[in-house]
């Protein structure tokens, strides 16, 4: 019987806990949002429905053909499917880092799935159609990614992956041609090898799989409705926002908190002149400013705020060059995943300012990208013995917070579900014996949910269609 290494143990313990986490929470949601109006695709113009809704209403063919054939089936096979899902994200996340410190790199990557803060969950992990729309794609790049640059990956199989990966969403559409071009950028200028005509031809089902959506018609229609200002008056008024959002919002306070403590530890770790060793305290600084920054939101940011914006902004961008040129320059095992991975984290916020929309759940790839990006870092600092401790403090803090969020996370979600079974039996009492009224009960943690029936007209009419109610009922809402 062959024998499991140690470095694969962490990788399957990783798995199993991140599964095991996620479904726990999984079991507790129930339908949100747009699941109502996806569920009403499902019969006779089922096809004609996806047609119209890929002409005129979103892009997003694939993984809204997946919502609307999901929704209609038990919700335990999309509990299953999407805690699977969360706990590949993690796993290779984690196995980016090479086998060099897979515990640290599989505890880190446990952290990061529990850190997510429930503003972001909420929008993109923990309800079906946001988590097509978010945890699918990601699920789908970062394979890719990963037998990609590992060299696991049989060409077939990386074809398929490069499409389907980027035929999900403008972002990770965008985000698996960043991994292919970075890969054949590396090879051609750093490793100085000539690209291979397979590996060129990679490029191929990632665009065709991109312009599926970017350039699908329901892209520009939905553009229009949306706002009437061009793509560049947009981006000047989007970007400054996607940034100081990035950067102080209390959901990313423990990410951006973590990088900079990150970056100072590679950047003392692998100082070999005086400054290095100053420009590695600069980081100290940059949690000091953003703890700052946070106090203030974007619409009342003053002029003092600006500036220390500004002195943020020159701290962290002289931090990631520096790390990024050390990484190119002495070329550890895996640097390329590092350098892919921070491009991606900044990629994918920029590419968002071309969009009048956006929210919590865009910064989802963002926060990705960047805690993969920091456990390559800690990967080559645990390579120092000297380094061991100040690593396993760092994991140990984000860790505990992760667990402390995750808790909070389970909490809202178990207490909420029981609410909704309570209205199902009212619907079904109401729809038996018709009375001038339904009455139904708000959830009593509002942050664990996404866009209600009583905080959206728009999904109440597809709730009374999803449950068969005549369309002039009226519906008292109860607060819990």
Same mark, same amino acid.
């Given at each position: 019987?062959?024998?499991?290494?140690?470095? @694969?143990?962490?990788?399957?313990?990783?798995?199993?806990?991140?599964?095991?986490?996620?479904?726990?929470?999984?079991?507790?949601?129930?339908?949100?949002?747009?699941?109502?109006?996806?569920?009403?695709?499902?019969?006779?113009?089922?096809?004609?429905?996806?047609?119209?809704?890929?002409?005129?209403?979103?892009?997003?063919?694939?993984?809204?053909?997946?919502?609307?054939?999901?929704?209609?089936?038990?919700?335990?096979?999309?509990?299953?499917?999407?805690?699977?899902?969360?706990?590949?994200?993690?796993?290779?996340?984690?196995?980016?880092?090479?086998? +060099? #410190?897979?515990?640290?790199?599989?505890?880190?990557?446990?952290?990061?799935?529990?850190?997510?803060?429930?503003?972001?969950?909420?929008?993109?992990?923990?309800?079906?159609?946001?988590?097509? @729309?978010?945890?699918?794609?990601?699920?789908?790049?970062?394979?890719?990614?990963?037998?990609?640059?590992?060299?696991?990956?049989?060409?077939?199989?990386?074809?398929?992956?490069?499409?389907?990966?980027?035929?999900?969403?403008?972002? @990770?559409?965008?985000?698996?041609?960043?991994?292919?071009?970075?890969?054949?950028?590396?090879?051609?200028?750093?490793?100085?090898?000539?690209?291979?005509?397979?590996?060129?031809?990679?490029?191929?089902?990632?665009?065709?799989?991109?312009?599926?959506?970017?350039? #699908?018609?329901?892209?520009?229609?939905?553009?229009?409705?949306?706002?009437?200002?061009?793509?560049?008056?947009?981006?000047?008024?989007?970007?400054?926002?996607?940034?100081?959002?990035?950067?102080?919002?209390?959901?990313?306070?423990?990410?951006?908190?973590?990088?900079?403590?990150?970056?100072?530890?590679?950047?003392?770790?692998?100082?070999?002149?005086?400054?290095?060793?100053?420009?590695?305290?600069?980081?100290?600084?940059?949690?000091?400013?953003?703890? =700052? =920054?946070?106090?203030?939101?974007?619409?009342?940011?003053?002029?003092?705020?600006?500036?220390?914006?500004?002195?943020?902004?020159?701290?962290?961008?002289?931090?990631?060059?520096?790390?990024? =040129? +050390?990484?190119?320059?002495?070329?550890?095992?895996?640097?390329?995943?590092?350098?892919?991975?921070?491009?991606?984290?900044?990629?994918?916020?920029?590419?968002?300012?071309?969009?009048?929309?956006?929210?919590?759940?865009?910064?989802?790839?963002?926060?990705?990208?960047?805690?993969?990006?920091?456990?390559?870092?800690?990967?080559?600092?645990?390579?120092? +013995?000297?380094?061991?401790?100040?690593?396993?403090?760092?994991?140990?803090?984000?860790?505990?917070?992760?667990?402390?969020?995750?808790?909070?996370?389970?909490?809202?979600?178990?207490? @909420?579900?029981?609410?909704?079974?309570?209205?199902?039996?009212?619907?079904?009492?109401?729809?038996?014996?018709?009375?001038?009224?339904?009455?139904?009960?708000?959830?009593?943690?509002?942050?664990?949910?996404?866009?209600?029936?009583?905080?959206?007209?728009?999904?109440?009419?597809?709730?009374?269609?999803?449950?068969?109610?005549?369309?002039?009922?009226?519906?008292?809402?109860?607060?819990?």
């Amino acid at each position: 019987m062959k024998k499991i290494n140690r470095e @694969n143990v962490w990788y399957i313990g990783l798995f199993a806990a991140v599964f095991v986490l996620a479904f726990a929470v999984m079991q507790n949601i129930p339908l949100f949002g747009d699941d109502y109006y996806y569920a009403t695709f499902w019969g006779e113009n089922f096809w004609s429905m996806h047609k119209e809704h890929y002409l005129l209403a979103n892009g997003r063919a694939i993984v809204h053909f997946l919502a609307s054939v999901f929704v209609a089936l038990p919700p335990i096979l999309w509990q299953i499917l999407n805690s699977l899902l969360i706990a590949v994200i993690a796993l290779f996340a984690a196995m980016l880092a090479g086998k +060099k #410190a897979s515990a640290i790199a599989a505890v880190t990557a446990a952290a990061m799935i529990m850190s997510l803060g429930v503003d972001i969950t909420r929008e993109s992990v923990y309800w079906l159609t946001g988590s097509f @729309n978010y945890v699918y794609p990601f699920a789908l790049m970062v394979t890719f990614w990963y037998l990609l640059t590992s060299g696991r990956g049989k060409l077939p199989v990386l074809y398929i992956l490069a499409f389907f990966s980027a035929a999900t969403t403008e972002q @990770n559409g965008m985000m698996t041609l960043g991994v292919v071009v970075l890969y054949l950028l590396d090879m051609r200028f750093i490793r100085k090898e000539k690209p291979t005509a397979p590996s060129l031809c990679l490029l191929i089902p990632a665009i065709i799989g991109f312009v599926s959506v970017y350039f #699908a018609p329901a892209t520009f229609v939905r553009y229009g409705i949306e706002t009437e200002k061009g793509m560049l008056e947009v981006m000047r008024e989007q970007l400054p926002m996607l940034y100081y959002n990035f950067i102080s919002k209390k959901y990313m306070l423990p990410f951006i908190s973590f990088n900079f403590g990150v970056m100072g530890l590679y950047l003392i770790a692998t100082a070999q002149k005086r400054w290095e060793r100053l420009a590695a305290l600069a980081n100290a600084v940059s949690i000091v400013l953003v703890l =700052i =920054i946070s106090k203030t939101p974007y619409v009342y940011a003053t002029a003092k705020t600006v500036m220390l914006v500004a002195l943020l902004t020159v701290l962290f961008a002289l931090s990631l060059v520096l790390v990024v =040129i +050390k990484l190119l320059k002495n070329k550890p095992e895996g640097y390329l995943n590092a350098v892919i991975a921070i491009i991606l984290a900044v990629g994918t916020q920029f590419m968002m300012s071309a969009s009048p929309v956006s929210g919590p759940r865009t910064m989802l790839c963002g926060i990705l990208n960047l805690v993969i990006f920091d456990i390559m870092l800690l990967a080559f600092c645990f390579e120092n +013995k000297r380094f061991y401790m100040p690593v396993l403090v760092i994991c140990a803090a984000f860790a505990a917070y992760g667990v402390m969020n995750y808790i909070e996370t389970y909490v809202g979600y178990n207490a @909420n579900f029981p609410i909704t079974a309570k209205n199902e039996e009212k619907i079904a009492e109401y729809l038996n014996a018709p009375s001038e009224t339904l009455e139904q009960y708000t959830l009593p943690y509002p942050d664990h949910c996404w866009s209600m029936p009583y905080q959206s007209s728009y999904h109440l009419y597809y709730y009374k269609v999803h449950y068969n109610l005549p369309e002039n009922t009226e519906i008292i809402w109860i607060q819990q």
